[in-house]
């Protein structure tokens, strides 16, 4: 009886617990109550970093170190399952471990009793020091505030704390400190490793992992592969900085994080032992770098994101969350005109139209005639004359370069290490070296042009992808292992510097954790030479992909004013007066959407009621702004045969949601859309104001419509053939 008791009074308090858990504020609503702190265990031998949401419990006792505990305080459950060293370094061709513990026989589960008979590794380094440790901000930040609707703290607010090793008696001259940050409001943790030379001679690091845990498996696979149909189910979402690939995805542009089986875990249920439960982030080949005496390294930065639920969205909104945490910049978000000639009849022409309908950045993109590695006097001096013409009418200047997706020379070209010759390896297929002579000119005049002229834009295309180079040549690394870690130190550190000057980075690769605003949404090239209403109904089917992990400001859509990649009359926009409907109705997807476009032409408007329809929308684009660019969530896919949304959701304003409607039918649409509110921070029971704020309605009445008790709204609707409809939610 005494046990069923304890049994009972145990799932007693299981049950208060899951209750409590379900009365606590949602954080994607309501993130103010899950501040970070630092707890230390009574005892001394633990602490913990913990906002509310995650915690993650590092043991510190008898010179020894590590992560013995990672929760998911909003699942309830454990993400961890097993002890690994913090870190592991490779110097001078020897492999060190930072920390960890012995004596944890069953890898499935890391029990109390498991824990307490844990003993500090011998041969790993120990722990000589530990204690807070400030947020750091990686790159200095100048906001744009005009392109900014929603402000961010920089660097993001919560706790840090740091780990420091050294290595057993007779080991390397060096000291390692493992750092950890916390945020508030977000279930997201950041690591990375420091390393000092203290000695007398240099250091190598040939190789490091600024992670590993063993987490628990995402499922149960016996044989085949066991990730199948598991991978986007993971409890643990992470990237580094360290990224590139071209892919315009976190996971596919992701190489220094790594999902492998874990040689150590034989009781696991895959027969082969192939369970993908051992997260290693290290890069994939190098770093190669060498440390001088009394010089400091730093890793890369590994971000782990928990997400408690399977849901899509809320997958979705966490990641979007995470970086408009630790990366802020990317809701930066202006109106652009990609002007296709760079003359200065040509760019003082598009800056006059942009002034006059309410555009914020001109682009002098691809193709324009515009070098940014012209840094002559005469063209420094050319290129200051139309900023400062820009800036006297309230616009930003940008331009376009290439980087690494065409080839220099065979002396500049990154060089394959299977034939010792460029070509035949790289990403694009060639692709040359940044750390080359040509390299190290190219960012020196990149820097130059940028500094002299005080342009507000640099669009780079073919950013770096990650291509290695075996030349012992180049001067700016010093041959095959530190190819890689150098020419990606090259791209992070002109952009941290860029970020630091206001510049916006338009980038179509996955650099946002070093410093870019935004990439491509997603989107075929070729299709724009489809017919136009054909590329209206794909253009928003690639907005709704592409918010899924992108916050609505963080990906560019396009639109090719004038004609681009064939189609003929059919696919082109140009006369903008002749198609006046076409044209309003890529505003209403991409505006609606809070997305923006690069409009590539020659003009913005062509007559006065062209030029009245552009400035309309631009208008009613400024007015909504905050909750345009705030979350969106996914309704409808657009598939031509009925009508379809997304909505706008942002509990901190005043307008709590905006619902965006499009009727692809060559009939009215009457429809009733029931949504959740609870993420626009509207509770169940409460009655709204629901009013048409579409361009051109005026100032409609408001309806007030009850939310029902499980927080669903069921919202009329009325949206004309081939039309669009907005209705804010205050």
Sequence with gaps: MPRLRLRAAALAASCL??????????????????????????????????????????????DGAGTVAFDDLVAGSSLLRATKPEATLTLDGVEHRLGGFTGQAVRNFLTAAAEAALQPDAAAWRCVGHGPRAVA????????????????????????????????????????????????????????????????????????????????????????????????????????????????????????VRFEADPEYGTQVHYERRTPCLLRCA??????????????????????????????????????????????????????????????????????????????????????GFDAEDDSDANIARIKALVDYAHGKGVALGGYSLLASRSI???????????????????????????????????????KVYAATGLDALEHDGSY?????????????????????????????????????????????????????????GYRETNWSLPREDQLLIERQNVFDGTWNKAVTMGWMFVPLSEYHGGGAAATIEPLDAHRDHYGARFANLLGAGVQACWRGPRLYDTDATRALVQEW???????????????????????????????????????????????????????????????GIAPGRAIALRDVTPGSGDAPALLVQVQPDGRLLAPVRVPARGFRAYALR
Excluded at 644 to 669: C, F, I, Q, S
């Design 17 to 62: 617990a899951v209750v409590a858990a379900a009365q606590q504020p949602d954080w994607l609503v309501d993130p103010a109550p899950f501040a970070a702190r630092v707890e230390r265990a009574a005892d001394g031998g633990a602490v913990t970093l913990t906002n509310g949401l995650i915690a993650r419990r590092l043991r510190v006792v008898d």
């Design 465 to 521: 992808p990650g291509d290695v180079c075996a030349s012992a040549a180049h001067p700016g690394h010093a041959g095959l292992a530190d190819s890689q870690w150098r020419q990606w130190e090259e791209v992070r550190a002109l952009y941290r510097e860029l970020r630091g000057r206001g510049v916006y980075l338009n980038v179509p690769d996955w650099w946002f954790l070093s410093g870019a605003n935004k990439t491509g949404m």
């Design 137 to 256: 901000a990686p790159l200095p930040w100048r906001p744009r505030r005009e392109w900014l609707a929603n402000a961010r703290s920089w660097p993001p607010a919560g706790v840090g704390y740091a780990l420091e090793f050294t290595p057993p008696v007779g080991g390397p001259a060096v000291t390692a400190t493992v750092v950890y940050e916390l945020y508030d409001g977000v279930p997201l943790l950041m690591k990375r490793l420091e390393l000092r030379n203290a000695g007398d001679r240099p250091v190598r690091i040939d190789a490091f992992a600024a992670e590993l845990l063993a987490l628990v498996e995402t499922g149960s696979a016996v044989g085949g592969d066991p990730d199948v149909g598991l991978r986007d189910l993971r409890a643990l979402h992470v990237e580094t900085d360290m990224a590139f690939g071209g892919a315009m995805q976190a996971v596919a542009d992701n190489p220094c």
């Design 409 to 447: 020379g065979a002396d500049d070209d990154v060089v394959n290490p299977a034939t010792g010759k460029p070509g035949g390896f790289a990403t694009f297929g060639n692709s040359p070296c940044l750390c080359s002579a040509w390299g190290q000119r190219y960012f020196a005049k990149l820097r």
């Design 618 to 680: 631009t208008g009613w684009f400024r007015a909504h702004r905050s909750i345009l660019e705030a979350d969106v969530l996914h309704g409808r896919r657009p598939d031509g045969r009925d009508v379809d949304w997304l909505l706008h959701v942002d509990p901190r304003g005043a307008t709590k949601a905006l619902l965006a409607v499009h009727n692809p039918l060559d009939v009215e649409a009457v429809r009733s859309l029931a949504f959740d509110v609870r993420f626009a």
């Design 283 to 368: 890069p994939p080949i190098g770093p190669g770098v060498v440390v001088a005496p009394g010089a400091s390294w730093q890793s890369f930065r590994v971000f782990e994101l928990v997400e408690s639920s399977s849901d899509r969205e809320r997958r979705g909104m966490a990641r979007r969350r995470m970086y408009r945490t630790v990366a802020p910049w990317v809701e930066e978000n202006p109106l652009i005109f990609h002007v296709r000639h760079a003359d200065d009849a040509s760019v003082r022409a598009a800056v006059d139209q942009a002034a006059a309908v309410g555009f914020e950045l001109v682009i002098m993109t691809f193709g324009s």
